[in-house]
């Protein structure tokens, strides 16, 4: 009774769908990758019986896609060479296309929204554009195309309603925010892309909920939707002041959320946790517990999931 949405954490990323032995069976995929979603099913099973929607994570991504997509014949030697340029378009294009006629054909209407390319901007790489290089096969044999490319094909095989989004961390960073924009910009023009996931990772005292707030008003000013994609609030320190302290800082996030969304600032459609119980959170480390989300390991509230649904009895401090 709580959501009516998610999104599959690992699932349905490349190194989930990607089918590695039928790829290579026959010389005709060279440019055509096969999938597989023998990972998948389950979740896209669950959404549908239950009457659950799903957002799509993700198509293009530099992690968690195989360095074998990108070689040549598929070859698995680390020092394989990597396709031409025109290949990789084709096999990203076959890519996405087999992606979606997949879910759409079998699940029609269930995956609303797609990030299409996830995490493309990356300051630190320090390239034109601000473009993420080091560590992006994408970029090495595309350039900087290849986020253009991606949208492209989303838009040609995604259904009508489906909607396309650009997914990011750090989205309140300003530089980060301003490339974002840029770029963004440019999908916009050509009518690409329909909204920003802003994957809202934050710590328990920072960003300022004030700086998420006004980088939440500059991407609405594109006129596109915004959707919080992956939110979580870090926390190693577990005691009763720090879960309250949680409690409180959700609290003010999800009042502003609605504020801005009520005030007409931003068109904000989803928010969605990146996890439902913190004992299955990518931010535990070994020997570091971590209680980013709403519920213990128990699935029973914390202070922090009344915080969200913003309970009077939760303070802001
Ligand atoms: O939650 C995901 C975790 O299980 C994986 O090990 C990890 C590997 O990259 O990816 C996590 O999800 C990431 C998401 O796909 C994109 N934004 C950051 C998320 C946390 O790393």
Known sequence: EQFNSFTAGNELKPDSLLDYNKCISDPKYDDNPQVTFRNAEYLLDFAQEEGLSMRGHTLVWHSQTPRWFFTEGYSRDENAPLVSKELMLKRMENYIKNVLEYIQSNYPGLVYAWDVVNEAIEVGDDMPGYYRSNESYWYQIIGEEFLEKAFEYARKYADPEVRLFYNDYNTEQVTKMNAIIDMVEKLKAKDLIDGIGLQCHIGHNSPSIT??????????????????????????????????????????????????????????????????????????????PNYPLLFDQYLVQKPAFWGAIMHPDIPLN
Do not use: H
Not at 232 to 260: C, I, N, V
């Open 211 to 288: 700086d998420i707030e006004s980088s939440i008003r500059k991407y609405a000013e594109l006129g596109l939707e915004i959707q919080v994609t992956e939110l979580d609030m870090s926390l190693t320190d577990y005691t009763e002041e720090t879960l309250m302290k949680q409690a409180s800082r959700y609290k003010r996030l999800f009042l502003t959320l609605k504020y801005l969304k009520e005030k007409g600032f931003a068109n904000i459609t989803n928010v969605t946790f990146w996890g439902l119980s913190d004992d299955i959170s990518w931010l535990n480390k070994p020997g570091i």
